[in-house]
């Protein structure tokens, strides 16, 4: 799977990372996502379906939010401690909701837009251009074929890991 390879080049370069799976992909996947724990990266909820946190009410947000809560701690034994809002869009009351759930509301700061391009030496440079200190990179380990995503990985952890960059879970997760 492209999860188990992105997990196998973090541990080879001892990197940590938040993994965001949406609800509905929790059960089928239980075994990679213990092992994710197990490997010592953090678990976040990315809502059940890629549903839109938007002028939702509080049932819509508990199906969404609160449905993922309970399968990844099913699955995993971890309670997820922050949430990626799909399309980095939550406004109305989902934030107070999270928040109120003890959810931290975790965007990025750098999206190669490994989801729509196929080339990993373009994935590669977009985000190694643009790395700082504290530079949060969102990247897509499902939801098609990422073996660009997973190349463009390799290379990012080894050039950046050069420049003496340590790669750690968000302070949130």
């Known amino acids: 799977s492209h999860t188990g390879a992105l997990l196998d080049l973090l541990d080879r370069h001892d990197a940590e990372a938040v993994f965001f799976p949406i609800g509905e992909q929790v059960e089928p996947n239980t075994a990679i996502l213990r092992r994710a724990v197990d490997d010592g990266h953090r678990i976040g909820n990315h809502t059940w379906s ?22 990844i701690e099913r699955a995993t ?7 990626r809002p799909p399309e980095g869009v939550i406004d109305g009351e989902a934030p107070r909701m999270a928040e109120h759930e003890g959810l931290s509301v975790e965007l990025w700061t ?8 196929m080339n990993a030496a373009e994935i590669a440079r977009d985000v190694i251009d643009q790395a700082e200190d504290g530079a949060v990179v969102l990247l897509h380990d499902g939801g098609g074929d990422r073996t660009a995503t997973v190349d463009a ?5 080894r050039e950046l890991g050069r420049d003496g960059y340590r790669f750690t879970p968000l302070p949130g997760c």
């Open 77 to 83: 034994g971890t309670t997820p401690t922050c949430l």
């Open 110 to 117: 750098i999206d190669p837009l490994d989801w729509r391009v």
């Open 50 to 71: 890629h549903d839109r946190l938007a002028d939702l009410t509080a049932w819509e947000f508990d199906a969404a939010v609160g449905r993922t809560q309970i399968a």
């Open 153 to 157: 990985l390799g290379t990012i952890l």
